[in-house]
């Protein structure tokens, strides 16, 4: 594996942008660029080696909560059934990692996708400028903390960066198989978006996704779609991004209801519990929803939240929205 050739040269993505739909559309294509003849998307991971025991693959939390394995499946779709299984969680973990795919099953995706270009040599390769990895202070026993070398070229960190809607990129080129150079900066990182010169395909990883899409020729996601190397489901370009089951919404409605009635609600789920309690807004003041939650993967948390004087209509599902998200939370999805 080699480090990152960074490049300036971020006309290079200048295509994508236009083949994008609006973020806010949250569909396939809102990430990963329309007019390819397929797509499909790649799960990563439960859980990986290193961050857990052994490697977990989607299908393996399906067959214990009894969901199925749809296109449209979202993580908590089956580690977040309606009914507790009788046999313990699969997966310990926090869920999918976000934002990058599993190096080894980058890797394998590389070698497929290489084939399908007429530039394997020579790809482009975007990685989220948030992440940074900025200088961090290495403390030997008996000395003070000194900084790490910045791994990001000055000229490159304070050069010109891939613009997209909503994201900004730092790039560097290579061939294929350089999706998993990130790896070297620092926690597994692979590249989030990555395409050949010749624009043949194009995999996106989006930063808050436990799954990364791909588009190309049919043959190259009929290919993605039977290697058993790795995890993927066919979707179409404007397929939703993501979903609610009904009995996550069934949930947060209920307590909803309990805390507008009487301003405290427990929700109790098969994997934790959230605790929850509301002050209303009132004029001239504000309110606030405070939750707390402990789920069965050993983590818990608490938050308050506040809300601004509306109609109880708006209330509802402004707090409604907010205990999706803290039901969801529960498996790191």
Do not use: K
Not at 85 to 106: F, V
Request: overall charge negative; charged content about 20%; glycine content about 8%.
């Amino acid at each position: 594996m080699n480090e990152p050739a960074w490049s300036s040269a971020v006309g290079a993505a200048d295509w994508i942008a236009p083949r994008l739909r609006p973020f806010d559309a949250f569909q396939v294509t809102s990430v990963v660029p329309a007019g390819f003849e397929a797509y499909a998307r790649v799960l990563h991971p439960a859980e990986e080696p290193g961050t857990g025991e052994r490697l977990v693959r989607w299908a393996e939390v399906a067959g214990w909560s009894g969901q199925p394995l749809r296109p449209d499946t979202q993580f908590h779709s089956i580690a977040l059934p309606p009914v507790r299984p009788s046999q313990p969680a699969p997966w310990a973990s926090q869920g999918p990692r976000q934002g990058s795919l599993y190096p080894p099953d980058a890797a394998v995706l590389a070698s497929l996708a290489r084939n399908w270009t007429t530039t394997p040599e020579r790809c482009w390769f975007c990685v989220w400028d948030g992440y940074g990895w900025p200088a961090v202070p290495l403390t030997a026993p008996g000395q003070s903390a000194q900084p790490l070398p910045d791994p990001i070229p000055a000229g490159v960190r304070s050069g010109p960066r891939v613009r997209l809607p909503n994201r900004e990129y730092l790039l560097y080129t290579g061939p294929a198989e350089d999706v998993t150079a990130p790896a070297l900066l620092g926690e597994d990182q692979t590249a989030n978006l990555w395409w050949p010169d010749d624009q043949a395909w194009c995999v996106a990883s989006e930063i808050d996704l436990g799954w990364s899409y791909i588009g190309g020729p049919a043959g190259l996601i009929e290919q993605v779609l039977a290697d058993e190397r790795i995890e993927a489901l066919p979707v179409s370009p404007d397929d939703p991004v993501s979903r609610v089951e009904d009995w996550v919404d069934a949930w947060a409605q209920v307590a909803t209801e309990q805390l507008m009635a009487a301003g405290t609600a427990t929700i109790s789920t098969s994997r934790g519990t959230i605790r929850a309690t509301l002050r209303r807004p009132s004029w001239p003041g504000s309110g606030w929803l405070e939750t707390s939650s402990s789920g069965d993967n050993g983590v818990g948390g608490g938050s308050r939240t506040r809300l601004s004087r509306r109609s109880d209509a708006e209330l509802r599902a402004e707090i409604c929205l907010y205990l999706t998200w803290q039901l969801i939370d529960l498996v790191g999805s």
